[in-house]
């Protein structure tokens, strides 16, 4: 896929929301980040992060200001239309559980070819523990199909109020040796292996049973 290069503008309802949400976040989920060099990808590109919490998402939207995230979320949000009017607003890409893997596939491809950062929580639901240790292989399959950089960023704990959390940016995983080879269940399995072991190392690293920091 020939991804878009140009730097998009700006919309004024994210804006706003960041703008609302920051003051308020840093009052009551403190967060350092970690890593915000590794933060100036240029778009279009794939964002992944564990999930441990419904807070991950607005954590991710305020602290990463550089980009507004398409996050791929249930389609059961929509239903409400007045919440449907927002989170359409907020670029949320609506996926039904029961859709297909094509129907997926195609929603987060349009909003790469675009030119946009793709938000995605490769576990698919809120999971603790070890990050990462069972993920869906949608995401390798995306980035597969699409060549985008694939950016990690690991949240350091489950977000609680007035608690103080890091969130970690780490560089974009290398793939580019995969993509020679033929877009099969094996390369993805590769890739999928990759950002499990990337989440591993930044477990053991950050976690708050080694973390020196």
């Known amino acids: 896929m020939k991804a878009e290069q140009t730097k998009k503008p700006r919309t004024w309802f994210y804006q706003f929301a960041r703008l609302l949400l920051t003051p308020i976040l840093m009052v009551l989920y403190p967060c350092k980040l970690i890593g915000d060099e590794h933060a100036s990808v240029t778009e279009p590109f ?8 419904m ?7 305020v602290k990463l200001k550089r980009y ?5 979320g249930k389609r059961e949000l929509t ?14 890409v609506a996926v039904s559980r029961k859709a297909s893997d094509l129907s997926a596939m195609r929603a987060a491809t349009a909003v790469l070819r675009e030119g946009h950062v793709l938000g995605i929580f490769p576990e698919g639901t809120r999971m603790h523990g070890i990050p990462m240790e069972s993920i869906e292989s949608g995401t390798s399959f995306i980035a597969l199909r699409t060549h985008v950089p694939l950016l990690p960023v690991y949240i350091c704990g489950q977000p ?3 608690r103080r959390l890091k969130m970690v940016v780490s560089p974009p995983i290398a793939y580019e040796d995969l993509l020679g080879e033929s877009m099969d269940k094996g390369t993805s399995d590769a890739l999928t292996k990759r950002i499990q ?3 591993a190392d930044l477990y053991e ?9």
Not at 55 to 61: E, F, K, S, Y
Not at 68 to 72: G, L, N, P, Y
Not at 85 to 92: A, C, K, Q, T
């Open 46 to 53: 794939i964002l992944i992060s564990n999930h441990q919490s």
């Open 55 to 61: 807070m991950d998402p607005l954590l991710l939207a």
């Open 68 to 72: 507004e995230i398409h996050f791929i």
């Open 79 to 92: 239903r409400p239309r007045v919440l449907k009017w927002i989170v359409d607003h907020l670029h949320m």
């Open 160 to 162: 609680k109020p007035f």
């Open 197 to 199: 072991q990337t989440y």
């Open 205 to 213: 690293k950050y976690n708050k049973k080694t973390s020196v920091e």
